[in-house]
C-alpha cells in the first residue's frame, strides 16, 4: 500500500513538472538530490585559446575519409582553423611572435575532436545506491579521451541543469565537451498529438537541440518529429518493446527521425513472418534480464541478410537520409560479461559508487546480470553478427553510422566506452578510416554541424585530437591506460599512447592531466568509503 502511494505520488509529481524537468522531478521523488554544477574551469586544466596557435609536424587524419598525411602544421586563431598546410608553416618567425604559441606535434597524429553520439551526464537511479557520480568526473574522462562533442539523449537531471551545462561550456567557463541536448520526451503522459507539440515547444524555448523519445503513442510520436523538424531541432528514438509493436525504426524514419538509437526498432521493422518479437509466455518486460535476454534472440527472427525485405529497408532508410548510432559497445557485457566488468582501467577510474550501481539489482536500469548464462552470451554472440551485418551494409550502400556509447550503465566506462565502440565498429567490418569518418564527420551531419565540427579543414572549429601513436593503425592506442606493448630489444613491456592533448574552441587540455585528475577523485571516493566503512 504504502509503495503504491509513494509511485502515485512520483507519478503526480512528474505530470506537474515543467517540461523537460520530468526526470528531475522524479529524481526528487525517489529522494536522490541533483548532484552540483561542474566547477569553473582552473587554470592546471588548459591554455589558450591564442591568438594564434601552431600545432607543427603532425600527421593529419582529417576525418574525411583520406589517408594519414604529413607531416602537416596546422594553424588555428582565436577558435577557428586557418590553415593547414606543409611543416614549413612552422618558421623561426613563429618563434619569435608573442601573439603565437606553437605546440611541437612531432610523432603525433592529429584528428579532428570526436563526437560522442549518445551520451548522459550521470543518472538519478544511482542516488539509490551511493552517491552520484559528478558532472566534473564525466566530462574530465570525455576531454581524456579526444572527446570534444557530446549529445546528451535524455537530460536526466533535467533541461535547466543540462543547458546550463551546455553554455557554461560553450562559453569556456568548465572543463568540458561541447553539449547538444534532447531532453526525453514524457510519453507515458502526453498522448495526444496536441500536447506533443506543445511539450517540444516548451523545450525548445528553454535552450533543448532536439529530443529523445523512448516510448509514446504513434499520433504523439509522430507530432514529435514534425514539430521538431519545423523548429529545427534533432530527433533521437530507442524504440521500445512496449511500443515497437505500433512504431518501427522504418516507420519513424519515414516520418522523419534524425536517428534511431541502439537496434531497437530495426529487427522489427525487418520482420516478414510475424508483427511481434516471439515473446515466451512468462516473459515480463519489467524484468531487465527477461527483457535483455529475449532481445539477443531477435536479430535471428528478422529478415535473411541480403534478402529482398533487408535489401528494401536498407535502401529505403539510405534513400531517406537516415542515421544508426548502433552503440555496440554498451551491449558488449551480453556477450562475454567478465570482460566487461573486469575491465583493466575500473580499478583506478571508475568510482565506488558508479561500480556499485554496475553491479546486478533489481531496482536499476541495466544492471540485470542476475543469472547470465552460457547460452544468454551465445544468442548475444550471434545477434551481434547480424546487428553488425546489416550496420556495416548500410554504411557500404551510402547510409550515415554515428559512434554512440552510452557510457555510464553495464559496466561502461564514461571515454573508455567510446574508444571500444570504435574497436567495434572495425569489428563490424569498418575500414579504420570509416571508423574515424563515423567519431567525427558523420556526427557532425546528425547534429546539424557539419559546417563547424567533424572535420580538420579551415574555416571549422578548432577541435582537434593530438595521438603521440597511430589510432588508425590500433584504436587502443587512445585509451586513457594506452596500449600494452612489448619491446623487444630490451624485452620489458610498456604501455603506450592514450591521448596526449584535447583541443577544443582552440583551447588546449592535457589529457594526462586531466585523466589524473579522474584518477584522485577515484582514491579519494574509495578512502572515505573505507573510513566510512571502518
Do not use: C
Not at 574525411?64 to 596546422?74: H, L, N, R
Not at 605546440?103 to 560522442?116: E, K, S, V, W
Amino acid at each position: 500500500m504504502l509503495r503504491a502511494l509513494a509511485l502515485l505520488l512520483a507519478t503526480a509529481q512528474v505530470l506537474a513538472a515543467t517540461p523537460g524537468e520530468e526526470n528531475a522531478a522524479l529524481a526528487a521523488s525517489m529522494g536522490v538530490a541533483i548532484p552540483p554544477s561542474a566547477p569553473a574551469r582552473r587554470p592546471a586544466d588548459a591554455q589558450g585559446p591564442w591568438e594564434r596557435l601552431i600545432i607543427a609536424n603532425v600527421m593529419l587524419v582529417n576525418g574525411e575519409g583520406a589517408p594519414p598525411q604529413g607531416p602537416v602544421s596546422i594553424e588555428v586563431r582565436g577558435d577557428r582553423i586557418t590553415r593547414v598546410g606543409h611543416a614549413g608553416l612552422y618558421t623561426t618567425v613563429d618563434t619569435d611572435d608573442n601573439g603565437t604559441h606553437v605546440l611541437d606535434g612531432t610523432g603525433m597524429y592529429a584528428l579532428p575532436g570526436f563526437i560522442d553520439a549518445h551520451t548522459h551526464i550521470g543518472n538519478p537511479l544511482q542516488g539509490l545506491v551511493g552517491p552520484v557520480t559528478p558532472p566534473e568526473y564525466i566530462f574530465k574522462l570525455w576531454l581524456g579521451h579526444g572527446i570534444t562533442t557530446v549529445r546528451e539523449v535524455g537530460a536526466l537531471f533535467g533541461l535547466d541543469w543540462t543547458v546550463a551545462h551546455k553554455e557554461r561550456s560553450a562559453a569556456g567557463e568548465i572543463t568540458a565537451p561541447r553539449i547538444h541536448v534532447y531532453p526525453m520526451f514524457p510519453g507515458s503522459s502526453l498522448v495526444t498529438a496536441a500536447d506533443a507539440r506543445a511539450w517540444v515547444r516548451a523545450v525548445r524555448r528553454r535552450g533543448a537541440d532536439g529530443v529523445k523519445i523512448r516510448s509514446a503513442t504513434r499520433e504523439a510520436t509522430q507530432a514529435v518529429y514534425d514539430e521538431a523538424k519545423k523548429l529545427g531541432m534533432g530527433t533521437a528514438n530507442h524504440h521500445d518493446q512496449v511500443g515497437v509493436y505500433h512504431v518501427n525504426a522504418l516507420d519513424s524514419a519515414r516520418a522523419g527521425l534524425s536517428s534511431m538509437e541502439h537496434w531497437y526498432g530495426l529487427p522489427e521493422a525487418l520482420f516478414t513472418d510475424r508483427r511481434v518479437q516471439d515473446y515466451p509466455g512468462s516473459y515480463n518486460y519489467a524484468d531487465e534480464q527477461w527483457r535483455f535476454s529475449e532481445a539477443g534472440k531477435l536479430w535471428k527472427q528478422a529478415a535473411k541478410p541480403g534478402s529482398e525485405k533487408w535489401r528494401a529497408v536498407r535502401d529505403e532508410l539510405v534513400g531517406l537520409d537516415f542515421t544508426l548510432v548502433p552503440t555496440f559497445t554498451i551491449y558488449e557485457a551480453n556477450r562475454d560479461v567478465q570482460r566487461a566488468r573486469f575491465a583493466p582501467w575500473h580499478d583506478d577510474y571508475t568510482l565506488p559508487a558508479l561500480a556499485k550501481f554496475f553491479e546486478p539489482d533489481p531496482r536499476l536500469h541495466g544492471s540485470f546480470h542476475f543469472d547470465w548464462t552460457t547460452d544468454m552470451e551465445v544468442n548475444w554472440r550471434d545477434n551481434f553478427r547480424l546487428w553488425m551485418q546489416f550496420v556495416n551494409d548500410y554504411k557500404n550502400h551510402g547510409g550515415r553510422v554515428a559512434a554512440g556509447s552510452d557510457a555510464g550503465f553495464i559496466y561502461k566506462l564514461f571515454g573508455f566506452a567510446y574508444v571500444r565502440e570504435l574497436e567495434m565498429l572495425q569489428e563490424a567490418g569498418f575500414h579504420p578510416l570509416e571508423v574515424v569518418q563515423a567519431a567525427t564527420l558523420n556526427g557532425a551531419e546528425l547534429l546539424g554541424s557539419a559546417d563547424e565540427l567533424g572535420s580538420i579543414v579551415p574555416g571549422k572549429k578548432a577541435d582537434i585530437v593530438l595521438v603521440a601513436e597511430n589510432p588508425v593503425a590500433n584504436f587502443k592506442v587512445l585509451y586513457g591506460t594506452g596500449h600494452m606493448r612489448l619491446d623487444r630489444t630490451s624485452n620489458t613491456v610498456a604501455q603506450v599512447g592514450g591521448v596526449r592533448y584535447t583541443i577544443k574552441d582552440g583551447i588546449v587540455y592535457d589529457a594526462r592531466k586531466l585523466l589524473a585528475d579522474v584518477r584522485d577523485m577515484v582514491r579519494d571516493a574509495k578512502q572515505l568509503q573505507q573510513a566510512t566503512e571502518e
